[in-house]
């Protein structure tokens, strides 16, 4: 059950694209197919963004986008905006669900 | 819409016990497998705790096995998680969370519950 890893800080200026990865092993994300991100901000409870590595719930803005390649996945907030600093987390659920130890998006 | 309202969360010494709760409505609560999530004062999240629709299959985090009892009652479409042997690092703001039924994650989680283990 250890942590999926994820940079701890990315920053990004309004408009621009930014990528935060997510690395695990073969027991998780390179194992499956479903890894899910989440969207926190502070003092509130984190809100799904992405799913089975690419899917986004009905709500979620296009601008949120994610992938995988072997043992590491991604997500990438195009059109950076101000309300998209937050912490982000991703996620792989087998039997159980791990996270990843989260990522600080500070928008300059 | 769906919510989840927790609560049972306070301040206790450690070696002790404490029973939080999770409240659904806005959907068929019985249909669904659920979780206990945590998070830490300034740290990540953590998974806790897994329980199948009808209780028949329960998972735990290594941290917390034989200290912690994951439970259900559909009728009042309650979930619960008892705390017992609590330790400071269990000090944590808890999450109670709902698993899809149409795909792998989590997609709806309550606002927490604040348990603080200290003397």
């Known amino acids: 059950q250890s942590a999926l890893t994820q940079p701890a800080s990315v920053s990004g200026s309004p408009g621009q694209s930014i990528t935060i990865s997510c690395t695990g092993t073969?027991?998780?994300?390179?194992?499956?197919?479903?890894v899910s991100w989440y969207q926190q901000h502070p003092g509130k409870a984190p809100k799904l963004i992405i799913y089975?590595?690419?899917n986004r719930p009905s709500g979620v803005s296009n601008r949120f986008s994610g992938s995988k390649s072997g043992y590491t996945a991604s997500l990438t907030i195009s059109g950076l905006q101000a309300e998209d600093e937050a912490d982000y987390y991703c996620?792989?659920?087998?039997?159980?669900?791990?996270f990843g130890g989260g990522t600080k998006l500070t928008v300059l | 819409e769906a919510q989840l309202v927790e609560s049972g969360g306070g301040l206790v010494q450690p070696g002790g016990s404490l029973r939080l709760s999770c409240a659904a409505s806005g959907f068929t609560f019985s249909s669904y497998t659920m979780n206990w999530v945590r998070q830490a004062p300034g740290k990540g999240l953590e998974w806790v705790s897994y329980?199948?629709?009808?209780?028949?299959?329960?998972y735990y985090a290594d941290s917390v096995k034989g200290r912690f009892t994951i439970s259900r009652d559909n009728a009042k479409n309650s979930l619960y998680l008892q705390m017992n042997s609590l330790r400071d690092e269990d000090t944590a703001v808890y999450y109670c969370?709902?698993?899809?039924?149409?795909?792998?994650?989590?997609?709806?989680w309550g606002q927490g519950t604040l348990v603080t283990v200290s003397s």
């Open positions: 329980i199948g629709s009808s209780s028949t299959i329960i």
């Open positions: 073969s027991s998780d994300i390179g194992g499956s197919n479903y």
């Open positions: 996620s792989s659920y087998t039997s159980t669900v791990v």
């Open positions: 089975d590595v690419s």
């Open positions: 969370a709902r698993d899809s039924r149409s795909y792998y994650a989590v997609d709806y």
